[in-house]
């Protein structure tokens, strides 16, 4: 069974950086591409940063690009989100999406 548990939310101040990262299990996590959504209250679900099954290709929204970086280690079955200079629009559930599924979420707050 595909499982993603995504940790590394909390609360943070506008400027801030977080590390999100999502541990796979129940499926061969290094041939699969991985992305992080997020949604923010009232609003739409996100795509902000999908890495290929290698790492060696990303793809970022002009909303998120050079702030957000997306990075894997395949050999701990984890993808992870860097996130610089977080502002409050920042502010939503990021989930880790997998082959199949998507994890419970991670809240990332950005607040002063």
């Known amino acids: 069974e595909e499982q993603l548990v995504e940790s590394g939310g909390g609360l943070v101040q506008p400027g801030g950086s977080l590390r999100l990262s999502c541990a796979a299990s129940g499926f061969t996590f290094s041939r699969y591409a991985m992305s992080w959504y997020r949604q923010a209250p009232g609003k739409q679900d996100e795509l902000v940063a999908r890495i290929t099954s290698g790492g060696a290709s990303t793809v970022?929204?002009?909303?998120?690009?050079?702030?957000?970086?997306?990075s894997r280690d395949n050999a701990k079955n984890t993808v992870y989100l860097y996130i610089n200079s977080l502002k409050p629009e920042d502010t939503a559930v990021y989930y880790c999406q997998g082959p199949r599924s998507r994890g419970q979420g991670t809240q990332v707050t950005v607040s002063s």
């Open 60 to 70: 970022y929204p002009h909303s998120v690009r050079g702030r957000f970086t997306i």
